[in-house]
């Protein structure tokens, strides 16, 4: 998909107005910053804008996975702007965060579970599993 990007000028399609759309393809981990920070600065975009970034940031067949700060990042965004994604993309997400997670550190680990709960979104009993032995792995023994 491509993400619409308002200017005054240059080349693209013009509106009514005179404003210029311009089609930019984005990389997954440009997207990903983009929602992040908007949900920082406490901009709320539509929901159809949120979708058009998360299918930036996770393209359908995507062959590279983001890594863990990514998966991160993504999931307090999505919790910081409210928005429920659709169940596909819920379940592509968690499938990627499952495939990360023996390489994630303990914060990224964190904002995701605790980001998933803010959204109300219950992973299966084997993802919870999953995590909750890499968390315990990374607890220092005593």
């Not at 997207?31 to 920070?37: E, F, G, P, R, T």
């Not at 539509?46 to 299918?55: A, C, I, K, T």
């Not at 990360?100 to 605790?114: D, H, T």
Request: some cysteine; hydrophobic content about 40%; aromatic content about 6%.
């Amino acid at each position: 998909l491509d993400l619409l990007v308002t200017a005054t000028g240059g080349t693209g399609s013009t509106d009514q107005t005179g404003v210029v759309h311009q089609a930019v393809q984005l990389q997954p981990q440009q997207a990903v910053h983009l929602l992040w920070s908007m949900a920082r600065l406490g901009h709320r975009p539509p929901g159809d804008y949120v979708e058009v970034m998360l299918q930036q940031a996770f393209p359908p067949g995507g062959s590279t996975p983001l890594e863990p700060p990514l998966l991160s990042r993504t999931a307090v965004a999505l919790a910081q702007l409210g928005y429920q994604p659709s169940k596909p993309w819920l379940e592509a997400y968690l499938l990627q965060c499952r495939s990360q997670m023996c390489s994630m550190e303990p914060q990224s680990l964190a904002n995701i579970l605790r980001a998933l709960v803010t959204l109300k979104v219950y992973p299966s009993s084997s993802w919870l599993v999953s995590a909750l032995q890499h968390a315990t792995s990374l607890v220092p023994a005593f």
